[in-house]
């Protein structure tokens, strides 16, 4: 994911307008509950971001060991109502048992994927860990409000190799900071996560139209249609309207695979 590229089109777009502007950088698919907490949270980190001429990441405290998350090491803690500290480091999506360890320690936080910085601070870490992406959103800035911004855009981008924010800086960066969030949040990017919002019966997760019967963490998703499980175990039975979806509860993570080999096929690449 191209993160790192589409941040810093839009840290110069703003630059150009506010040399002190400031980013809040929030994937569209999660879910977050506690409204005050949360602008709170927000309202913190452009604090800090402005005072500290620093990266900002929202952190979330672990209530199970997440395969599917990347973690933050929390080091020493600084200013801040809501609890704020230095990273000490990022770690990426460890196997379960590393999970479980993280839990243990109880110094490690999600990695939320959400940021806070200044639009001038990140331009300048990209310069120092990305110097290529950041040649080319130099001319990509000096073309801005000019007849050929667009073409420009159109030719750095072909240029650039797409790299994550993650990857690309917060991993290298010496200017980040963890907020620990007091909100429940979920990433809404796996079905996994999804059955959580689902009505729970008999260890079951379900959505309206669906009967289970001698059914064991199963989750089905129904649509128009009545979905009938019946003796079954550990699926995930998704009603999308023109596809069905069955799978294993445990290639949960594997669906973005499946999803590839799908697109590299126009008889089933029409569906998605």
Not at 99 to 111: M, S, V
Not at 115 to 144: C, G, N, Q, T, W
Not at 154 to 167: A, H, N, P, T, V
Request: proline share 2%.
């Amino acid at each position: 994911m191209a993160t790192a590229t589409c941040i810093g089109l839009s840290a110069v777009k703003l630059l150009k307008q506010d040399a002190n502007a400031v980013m809040v950088v929030l994937p569209s698919d999660h879910y977050i509950q506690g409204e005050k907490n949360y602008i709170d949270t927000i309202s913190q980190g452009i604090d800090t971001a402005n005072k500290r001429r620093c990266i900002v990441t929202l952190g979330i405290e672990p209530s199970r060991p997440e395969t599917g998350y990347g973690y933050i090491e929390m080091g020493e803690r600084t200013t801040g109502n809501i609890p704020t500290y230095k990273i000490a480091r990022f770690t990426e999506k460890p196997n379960l048992e590393v999970a479980k360890d993280f839990i243990l320690k109880g110094t490690y936080l999600w990695n939320s994927g959400m940021f806070i910085f200044r639009a001038d601070v990140i331009l300048r870490e990209i310069e120092k860990y990305l110097p290529k992406l950041h040649r080319s959103l130099m001319e990509i800035y000096k073309s801005l409000g000019e007849e050929n911004e667009e073409s420009v855009i159109k030719e750095q981008y072909e240029m650039i190799d797409g790299i994550s924010i993650d990857f690309g800086v917060m991993q290298r960066t010496r200017k980040a900071y963890v907020i620990k969030c007091d909100f429940s949040w979920d990433d809404m990017g796996s079905f996994g996560a999804l059955s959580r919002l689902l009505n729970t019966y008999r260890n079951n997760n379900i959505s309206k139209n669906v009967y289970v019967d001698d059914c064991e963490n199963c989750s089905i998703f129904g649509n128009k249609n009545l979905i009938i499980g019946f003796g079954i175990k550990d699926l995930v039975v998704v009603d999308a309207g023109d596809v069905i979806l069955v799978m294993d509860k445990n290639k949960d993570q594997e669906i973005k695979h499946l999803i590839n080999k799908l697109n590299e096929n126009q008889e089933y690449s029409k569906f998605l």
